[in-house]
């Protein structure tokens, strides 16, 4: 202390925090100190007279004598408490207490002995007084008496071990097979103890605070604890309630005594419930018990594995629990105890005499730490429960309030997680919240606790009123109150954040806390942080109510903070929430609310003057901006915007506030028009024009943060609405006709933006104002110094990405605004003055210039070249040398804002490399183009001659080498003409931005900067890519498809944004009616729609789109155009392709989903059917056509809902799609099969389970598993069969019935279907499914079913299928069936139905189709597979009877000769026939001789068909050939000559793109290895280059889980590193010459004859110069790379990524890195992967994930191995077939090198 003072006097405080740091330092050291000697002494005999310490275990707290202070109840002795600490009264001398021990002897257990406190001099002492909150204990204090304590064992201090399991020990019980935690819990008044259901991915991760558990081992000495052996008692003590775990006799279980089941249970339940009770009848029940004395409560352990009975058991071992006093085993049922919930958790756990092996428990060691916290938890929702009863009787004292509020401010530090200094308690903020304690708060009922503080003083008490009235929280009286309660708030706005189960729990109470808004305990503040972003509360609660509420509020406070609120009420995660945007324009845009709100006007000066010149800025003094409002005291003001800025500026108050109010009114405007909010935006943009914001944003006098505000209105109001749409920057779809011969970027422009010009001109100014502050900013010494600056740069920015988006910006525009935004985000110097001289010539320099390509690019260059762009981030009138700790600073603090604005950037590069892709590929057209139109001429003039002449012919064939040939010089490289490049150094500036961009950290810009990176080495791949993508449109009614989609869409695409103007509402707004009259004038045709008064006249006169004012109307236009839409899929029942293809690429289906998600009635039957449409559209859409199924697949979660459309679209999407189904997801299987328990037995989610278990004719092994595990689950709900006594009548019923037959959606189609879906699931021979289905239907079921006389074919079909497929057609044999007399019976059955059908009259109008489809199909299945297959050779029953099997080939040769079966029916009876003879032939089986001559004849007839089949197929082949073409005319020849064509074109290409492609992307990995060559020596960014490979290798972590195709292309990148290619092709290695000349040294010369000086690159790492082949990477060897990276974390990042990722390929891509890495054996990587395993503990997952791939690969070779034996027996062997099995080889393989890599080491064989 004399230190501390000393310190103090001498220097001022700067030294005072150094200080704090020395001794905070010295006492951590001491600390470690201390525990470091504790641990020593462990085992020292402790001898009378030592001096001790007691620390008290549970709360570890020391034991200390406080002799300042009283003692609280025995006045005259000293205090004793525990400290957390403990200080010098911590210490105690040890004495004897009897004679017969002395000084200095060993103290023996149960010695009494006298504890001295070392300081205080009075003994310990237990005094007769009893506490006051704790009846029956006794004070301890330190009093001058003879008091003695008596030492008892509680454990030895050698079992004290942290691996053993020890009375004590906290621990979780985890049921290892059902994956569930034991817990206790309260459900409806009463405690349960059941094994809790988890929604989680994984069960582990639920970790809940009631399923904590005390361990006490139990021995004849009450006090004794100790370890546990596998011989010893245990007892479980629930820590959250104290209750011990017993078992106690289930009142529900059957009496004993008649071993037979209680007779009124039999007569209730159907059969199936039946079985299921059978299997779970558990004598006892868990429970919990209050008292430990309780024999019920014993249990004893039982190893899983063999143990010695006297070994201690091992903490975290398996074990299963043996009930002592009932002998019973504990088993766990899946009965739930929550039947009334919606999802049950809480299932029943109880004992039984049987041990089962699969009972077992994981006993999971629980950190002090969570059980310190829940101690704390625990007492604190004592401490509150208790006040909130005295607080709802009004007589809480002075003291009792104190605690309380120190109570609640100890809540905040604990949820908050920070430790208390004194600091404010409401100013806490929570930067990573604390799950646990957050979890802790609503399961320990302190946040219902809260609430219960929060309603109590405000209840009527019986007579005398409430104890106080919100309305006198003012008053001085009630402060401590008032405190309180904003605390309160406090604690529920910490436990609530990003965390959803406790949002909902405080939702609950929403009222409570909405009656409180507005009187300043921070409720309001509460509210809106709980409902930030979270959509689904924030549509539940707000109400009109809550809205009117906040808008009276704002109306009594005037403070800017409500408006804040509102505009935080209608947005969710940067998406508009339309219904509460319109209920709070409802009532802030309502007249009588036009007080609270300011108005703007834009004012002229002198009246006189004409308006025009006013649009010119400088007479700025014209017009100006002026704000009107009326303050509280109904008095009317009015400024100019100028002024009030000034002033403000000048520090008036008054004006300051005005303008803080406006601005948040701005905001909330903004946030109200967001996503097109019509209702919003028609009433608000009268008031705010454009012209009016444009000029307070380029208002410099105005403060920034008002301009920013000004641009985001601008951009929500009248930029992003109904003209703009959004342009597809890459357009596939192209019209032959459209396409120019000759193209450059300026011809390029202009045929895209005719139509804009009139919108152009509306933001004309608005484009301007948007470049020149963007150079301005360019401009400035360093772009991102100011930080309200930042602000308006991000809007400005955002601005200018949806103006390019809408497209504003024409081709030669965006390329000069690019080269703006890479100079604000580059950070090399470059001296400024040049870059603007250039820039004025360049815009005024004359047009000649600009006639080609290569021109502008000229142009663009000359623009930025000497400037290379910005200033290092530095201060500003330093040199850089200077501060280097200071730059760094700057840039590593840059905030969230600057991020974003970086962000919206990198959005408007990436429009623009496709913008520049899409010009590549009018490119290409245009140069086909070319090639055929001087050839097409002479094919019009020589019609007349015969077409097929050879003359014109050779005509018609373009070069297509001529056009590669060309198509090459629009890149950068060798020939460039025509390229485009991005900025003036070939590149060099964007790539180093890019690189730049990488080094942040912040994720989202790091994702954005890579794949633009990757882009950037892959244009010529990209090019090819989008090139065969390509669809031309030639024919006549090709382009009115084009034309007339084109319309429909734009029609579409404005009615549904414009939605809430149309849809009835049932509470429809008065205004709403004139609203929509005054703003639309329609005349009444639906189609033939005025102009609209807005947009000024176009030019061509096109009708522009608009949206019919007579309401009704807008539902036929939209049903009329999704009709055609679907039309266009679909014709006669065939897909047509190239019209779905055409919707894809307009983007049809974007249009329609967005349709889907309009809010509207449920009762509206227009709205519904269009609905209907919608869906029938998408269906159509994505039917037979891979492609737009994935496209739709992506959106997946819209139909994940109980609809049944949704379901039926569903079905579209994966109908046939083999990938797609077979990576569904759990959750789309468990979705459906929970809509039927939930939503009734429908047909068609059964369907769509149908669907995804076969696709292609091929089975999904994966997905039939997954079904039938979830209908299993589904149980009774689900899984309907009529097959016991009381429900077999009600199918007969039903199938006798005509009505129920017809009912497309009844009970009975659901049953069939049903039967399908189960048949569907074992087919492909399935053991696991077929096991499960045959316990779910037996034979004998099904046969008393099918043989029955009322049976209708449609049941007959999915029966027998189903028999077929799951008791003949198997993988193992079923002995049922081969055994019993059941599949004669059902073939008996056949006959009788053959004969039926042979005998039917002639006359086919009444012929039984289903019942003939049933004998033709699933008859002949069963009857040939149940004789072919190999199990049935062995069985005798066919000797017994021979009859049956005669007279089924006899009816079976009956039906081959009937005049009605279709081919594909009489073949398979063929087939039938053949194998009934063929098995008759071998097990010798006289067949009549009649018969068996007919089947000969038979099989020598079917011969010779195939053989005359064959002839006839090769005679009409021969005579097509040429008369095809005489046909057809010479035009539409012609063009069926362009789509072919262009098809050799793309193959071409590829074949010429490829080397380049090659060396491209080659290209990347130099720069990746060596960026900091792109910076200039000595430059900041130089030396931080170091750290960019780990950057990048941290970041690819990360991306596993959202981005996948990006992850994967980072580690084939790392992979390429490695990868050493030494030979490119000529062309290829020329390339990349070029190009590492270009990045590298910035030789912007297009020659490759450039002498490259030899200090080019790093000697060190041998850059070398060029000579040679290209060796650019030869010096640097292999091992040098591989050390590198794995400096930089490559291992990690491979073991990391193979330990946790769940995506296959960046699995097998993570493998293959880690081999590279490790190939050649190299030992340092060797090591450093051992590290990887051993020291960071990684090994024993990561060899689980490679065991558990391998298997499954090994599975899937397997299975896929099976399914080709099955084809090769039909004939049907798919190339599909033959990738899988080769996959999961190379799958397997690779994990097995990666291992042998990793061991096979020459000089590590020690370490492994």
């Not at 970086?902 to 520049?916: D, G, N, P, T, W």
Request: one cysteine or more.
């Amino acid at each position: 202390k004399q230190y501390w003072k000393a310190k103090q006097a001498k220097q001022g405080n700067h030294t005072e925090a150094a200080l704090l740091k020395k001794l905070q330092h010295a006492a951590e050291l001491e600390q470690k100190q201390n525990e470091c000697e504790n641990r020593k002494l462990l085992g020292e005999i402790v001898k009378y007279s030592n001096v001790i310490q007691l620390l008290h275990i549970k709360s570890n707290k020391y034991l200390t004598v406080n002799k300042r202070l009283p003692a609280l109840l025995e006045k005259n002795a000293m205090r004793v408490s525990l400290d957390a600490a403990g200080n010098e009264g911590s210490w105690f001398y040890i004495q004897p207490f009897w004679k017969l021990r002395s000084e200095g002897d060993n103290i023996v257990v149960g010695d009494k002995v006298v504890l001295m406190p070392v300081n205080a001099g009075q003994p310990l002492h237990a005094s007769n007084i009893e506490l006051l909150d704790n009846p029956g204990c006794k004070e301890v204090n330190a009093v001058n008496c003879n008091t003695s304590w008596k030492i008892t064992l509680f454990m030895k201090y050698s079992c004290y071990r942290e691996d053993v399991l020890k009375g004590g020990d906290v621990v979780r019980l985890f049921h290892a097979e059902q994956e569930k935690f034991l817990t206790c819990d309260e459900y409806q008044k009463k405690q349960h103890i059941f094994l809790r259901t988890t929604l989680r991915q994984s069960a582990t991760s639920a970790t809940s605070s009631k399923a904590l558990w005390e361990i006490e081992v139990v021995h004849h000495d009450p006090c004794r604890g100790g370890a546990g052996q596998w011989n010893s008692l245990f007892r479980f003590k629930h820590l959250a309630t104290g209750n011990y775990l017993a078992a106690e006799l289930n009142p529900h279980y059957p009496d004993g005594s008649n071993g037979g089941k209680a007779p009124q249970i039999d007569g209730e339940l159907p059969a199936s419930k039946k079985k299921r009770q059978a299997g779970e009848k558990i004598m006892y029940t868990l429970v919990s018990v209050p008292h430990g004395n309780d024999i019920a409560s014993l249990f004893e352990l039982d190893a899983t594995t063999l143990q010695r009975a006297d070994c201690l058991v091992p903490r975290n071992s398996y074990v299963r629990l043996r009930h002592l006093c009932t002998n019973t085993w504990v088993t766990s049922t899946s009965i739930p105890i929550d039947k009334d919930e919606e999802r049950p958790v809480m299932l029943k756990i109880g004992t039984c005499q049987t041990k089962e092996d699969k009972e077992a428990f994981a006993i999971v060691s629980v950190p002090l730490s969570e059980v310190r916290d829940l101690d704390f938890a625990n007492d604190a929702n004592k401490v509150l429960a208790s006040s909130v009863k005295t607080l709802e009787n009004g007589s809480i004292s002075q003291n009792e309030r104190r605690f309380v509020t120190k109570l609640l401010e100890d809540l905040i530090f604990f949820v908050a997680d920070v430790p208390n200094n004194g600091q404010e308690v409401l100013d806490v903020v929570v930067t990573k919240p604390n799950r646990e304690r957050q979890k802790l708060m609503r399961e320990q009922n302190i946040l219902a606790q809260i609430f219960g503080i929060l309603k109590a003083p405000f209840k009527d008490k019986a007579g005398e009123g409430a104890m106080l009235r919100l309305e006198d929280l003012g008053d001085q009286r009630y402060a401590p109150y008032k405190y309180i309660l904003r605390l309160c708030y406090r604690v529920l706005r910490h436990s609530q954040q990003d965390y959803r189960k406790n949002q909902e729990y405080i939702a609950k109470n929403f009222c409570i806390m909405q009656s409180q808004i507005g009187y300043d305990i921070l409720a309001e503040d509460t509210i809106t942080a709980l409902l930030h972003n979270n959509r689904k509360l924030l549509e539940k609660h707000i109400t009109a109510k809550e809205i009117e509420t906040f808008v009276n509020l704002l109306r009594r406070n005037r403070e800017p903070r409500f408006l804040d609120y509102l505009s935080d009420l209608c947005v969710s995660n940067t998406t508009a929430i339309p219904v509460t945007q319109e209920l709070i324009c409802k009532y802030m845009l309502s007249p009588g609310n036009a007080d609270i709100l300011i108005r703007t006007k834009l004012v002229s000066m002198q009246m006189d003057a004409p308006l025009e010149c006013s649009t010119l800025s400088d007479d700025i003094d014209e017009e100006e901006v002026w704000l009107y409002w009326i303050d509280s005291n109904k008095e009317p003001h009015g400024k100019a915007i100028r002024h009030l800025a000034q002033e403000a500026k000048e520090g008036s108050k008054s004006d300051l506030e005005v303008l803080t109010y406006y601005r948040y009114q701005l905001n909330l405007f903004a946030r109200m028009c967001l996503d097109r909010q019509y209702l919003a935006i028609n009433q608000i943009s009268t008031q705010l024009s454009i012209d009016l914001i444009l000029r307070c944003v380029s208002d410099e006098s105005l403060p920034y943060d008002l301009r920013a505000s000004f641009c985001r209105l601008m951009l929500h109001m009248h930029v992003d609405r109904d003209p703009q749409e959004t342009v597809v920057p890459v357009k596939y779809a192209r019209l032959w006709t459209e396409i120019p011969t000759k193209i450059t970027i300026h011809e390029y422009d202009s045929f895209t933006d005719s139509s804009r010009n009139d919108m152009k001109r509306k933001f004309a100014l608005t484009m301007e104002f948007v470049e020149e502050y963007l150079k301005e900013v360019v401009n400035q010494p360093f772009p991102f110094g100011d930080k309200d600056k930042n602000k308006l740069t991000f809007e400005v920015v955002h601005l200018a990405r949806n103006l390019i988006y809408f497209g504003f910006y024409s081709f030669s525009e965006l390329l000069r605004l690019t080269r703006t935004l890479l100079a604000i985000l580059d950070i090399v110097q470059g001296p400024v003055l040049s870059y603007f001289e250039r820039l004025s010539k360049f815009q005024d320099g004359g047009n000649n210039v600009m006639r080609t390509i290569h021109g502008v690019g000229e142009m663009m260059t000359q623009m930025v070249l000497s400037r290379g762009s910005i200033f290092p981030v530095a201060v500003p009138d330093a040199p850089p040398s200077i501060h280097p700790s200071k730059q760094l600073s700057t840039v590593e603090s840059e905030d969230i804002t600057v991020m974003d604005t970086k962000l919206k950037i990198i959005e408007i590069l990436q429009f623009i490399l496709s913008v520049r892709l899409d010009y590549r590929i009018s490119y290409m057209l245009s140069i086909y183009k070319k090639e055929f139109g001087e050839s097409s001429e002479n094919v019009d003039s020589s019609i007349a001659s015969p077409p097929d002449s050879p003359v014109i012919t050779s005509a018609v064939v373009p070069d297509i080498d001529e056009i590669a040939a060309q198509a090459e010089t629009m890149f950068a490289g060798r020939k460039e003409k025509n390229a485009v490049q991005l900025d003036d150094e070939g590149g060099r500036t964007f790539l180093r931005v890019l690189i730049h961009l990488i080094m942040h950290d912040y994720p989202p810009l790091l994702s954005g900067a890579l794949h633009l990176l990757f882009k950037h080495f892959s244009q010529r791949a990209e090019v090819l890519q989008a090139f065969k993508q390509v669809q031309l449109l030639v024919s006549n009614q090709d382009v009115d498809n084009y034309k007339q989609i084109k319309a429909d869409l734009d029609q579409l695409r404005l009615t549904v944004e414009k939605s809430e103007l149309w849809v009835d509402k049932n509470s429809s707004y008065e205004s709403g009616g004139e609203l929509g009259e005054s703003q639309v004038k329609g005349s009444d045709e639906p189609m033939e729609l005025q102009e609209s008064s807005i947009l000024s006249p176009v030019q061509d006169g096109i009708k522009k789109p608009q949206i019919d004012s007579n309401k009704s109307n807008n539902y036929n236009i939209v049903m009329e155009i999704l009709i055609r839409l679907s039309k266009l899929c679909i014709q006669n029942k065939k897909c047509r392709n190239q019209q779905q293809r055409l919707l894809k690429n307009m983007g049809a289906h974007c249009v329609v989903l967005d349709l889907l998600q309009i809010p509207y009635e449920k009762t509206d039957d227009k709205m519904n059917e269009v609905m209907n449409l919608a869906h029938m559209f998408l269906q159509n859409f994505c039917r037979g056509n891979p492609q737009n199924q994935v496209l739709l697949h992506k959106h997946i979660n819209l139909f994940l809902t109980p609809g049944l459309l949704e379901a039926e679209t569903m079905r579209h999407i994966f109908t046939n799609n083999y990938h797609l189904c077979n990576e569904i997801s759990e959750r789309a299987v468990q979705h459906f099969v929970h809509c039927i328990e939930t939503h009734g037995r429908h047909v068609e989610y059964l369907r769509f389970l149908q669907t995804i278990v076969k696709a292609d004719g091929k089975y999904v092994k994966k997905c039939q598993d997954m079904v039938m595990t979830e209908l299993v689950n589904g149980g009774e709900d689900v899984l309907v069969f009529y097959n016991d006594r009381a429900s077999f009548p009600i199918l007969l019923q039903m199938m006798s019935s005509e009505r129920d037959r017809v009912d497309e959606s009844g009970a009975l189609a659901y049953h069939i279907t049903l039967v399908e879906l189960l048949a569907a699931c074992t087919e492909g021979k399935n053991v696991y499914t077929e096991i499960k289905c045959n316990s779910l239907l037996p034979l004998d079921d099904i046969v008393r079913v099918v043989t029955h006389d009322d049976c209708i074919p449609e049941v007959k079909i999915a029966y027998v299928n189903f028999v077929n497929h799951c008791y003949v057609d198997t993988e193992v044999e079923m002995k049922e069936i081969y055994a019993s007399n059941h599949i004669w019976k059902l073939f008996e059955g056949f006959l009788v139905d053959m004969a039926r059908v042979c005998n039917t009259t002639t006359d086919r109008k009444h012929a039984d189709t289903s019942l003939e489809k049933y004998v033709t199909e699933p008859v002949m299945n069963i009857v040939s597979g149940f004789f072919s297959s190999p199990f049935s050779d062995n069985t005798t029953s066919l000797q017994t009877h021979q009859p049956v099997f005669i007279q089924l080939l006899q009816s079976a040769f009956r039906i081959y000769n009937c005049t009605w079966p279709t081919p594909t029916q009489k073949s398979s009876v063929e087939s039938c026939i053949k194998t009934l003879a063929e098995v008759a032939k071998n097990r010798g089986i006289a067949i009549p001789v009649d018969l068996d001559s007919q089947v000969n004849t038979l099989f020598m007839k079917s011969h010779t068909n195939m053989i005359q089949r064959a002839a006839m197929g090769w005679r009409m082949s021969a005579r097509s050939g040429p008369r095809f073409k005489e046909a057809l005319g010479g035009p539409a020849w012609d063009y069926r000559n362009i789509i072919e064509k262009l098809q050799d074109v793309v193959a071409s290409l590829e074949q010429q793109f490829s080397p380049m492609m090659q060396a491209e992307f080659s290209v990347l990995v130099d720069v990746l290895h060596s960026p900091e060559l792109l910076f200039p020596e000595g430059s900041d960014a130089r030396i931080r280059c170091g750290a960019f490979m780990s950057k990048l290798i941290n970041h690819t972590k990360r991306l596993m889980e959202k981005e996948e195709k990006l992850c994967i292309k980072i580690l084939q990148t790392l992979r390429e590193m490695l990868d050493k290619k030494e030979s490119f092709v000529e062309e290829g290695s020329i390339l990349r010459k070029i190009l590492l000349n270009r990045y590298f040294k910035g030789d912007h010369g297009s020659t490759v004859s450039s002498p490259v000086s030899s200090s080019y690159g790093k000697t060190a790492q041998g850059g070398g110069s060029f000579s040679g082949q290209d060796s650019d990477k030869s010096g640097v060897s292999m091992h040098e790379i591989q050390c590198l990276l794995d400096k930089e974390g490559a291992s990690e990042l491979v073991t990391d990524v193979i330990v946790s990722t769940k995506n296959d390929r960046i699995f097998s891509e993570a493998i293959l890195l880690g081999i590279a890495l490790l190939e050649g054996g190299n030992t340092q990587i060797q090591y450093s992967f051992y590290q990887q395993l051993n020291e960071q503990k990684k090994s024993e997952k990561f060899f689980k994930v490679l065991y558990d791939r391998m298997k499954t690969a090994q599975q899937e070779i397997r299975a896929t191995v099976t399914v080709n034996t099955v084809d090769l027996g039909t004939k049907k062997k798919d190339e599909d077939n033959d990738v899988t099995v080769s996959l999961p080889k190379k799958r397997g393989n690779k994990e097995g090198v990666a291992l042998a890599a990793v061991l096979q080491t020459p000089g590590r064989s020690r370490a492994c």
